[in-house]
């Protein structure tokens, strides 16, 4: 009896862990990303939207956490246990009407701002092809992936309505994490032995026939040691 609810208990906890986002896919310590809540305005962060009122700034850091999450769903999928895809979806599944109601409240900013209809159309375009190409990254994908997944998680247990307060409080560190960082608990990295010994492979030591030249180099093969 013992030994099956051992067992039992053993895979309650698997089916627990399996469930539960890694937390070091990468790094045995990652980078802490976290920031000061953001309310939209922050010069040299996002995108610029001059005039705008504290619902269209809201609106804009809703839409910006929209474009980061579905960033990271299209380009973290290669480590599956960051569950971005699903938490993207999870995303787009509890909280479209607010994200519905984001997007109805930019479009209302271009055209308040802009002269045409048309002008505004381009503006918002534009818009969003700025906040998603803010999120892209190369050298930083690690950190920004692990980030994402985070957030992602975050998103899920936010009761719906609440996913501007989520935006604020996360996007800082969504933003942070587009800087490269590496190992934290190892900041100089892990040493390892790169040396390898190896026969000289001077022209002259070696004959046609790719046998050792006793009388250019001496009776036995001499070894070197590279780095």
Known sequence: MTLVRTLVAAVLATGTLAATPASAQFFMASRDFSGAPM????????IEMPGATDAELNASLVWSLRAALN????????????LTVSNYNGLMRDHKDELAKSYDTLTKYFKRVT?????????????????????????????????????????????????????SNRLRSLHNSLVPYG??????GMRFDRTITMPRFDAICWGKKN????????????WVTRY
């Open 115 to 167: 002269k045409t209809p048309k002008a505004a159309q381009t503006a918002l375009d534009q818009f969003g092809t700025r906040v998603y190409s803010g999120f892209s990254t190369a050298t930083a994908q690690y950190g920004f992936c692990q980030t994402a997944s985070r957030v992602g998680r975050d998103v899920l247990f936010t009761p719906r309505g609440s996913l501007a307060e989520v935006a």
């Open 71 to 82: 960033v990271a769903a299209l380009s973290c999928e290669f480590e599956p246990t960051l």
């Open 39 to 46: 309310r939209g305005d922050e010069p040299g962060i996002g």
């Open 183 to 188: 190992e934290q608990r190892f900041p100089r």
């Open 211 to 222: 046998e050792w030249v006793v009388k250019k180099c001496g009776p036995d093969v001499q």
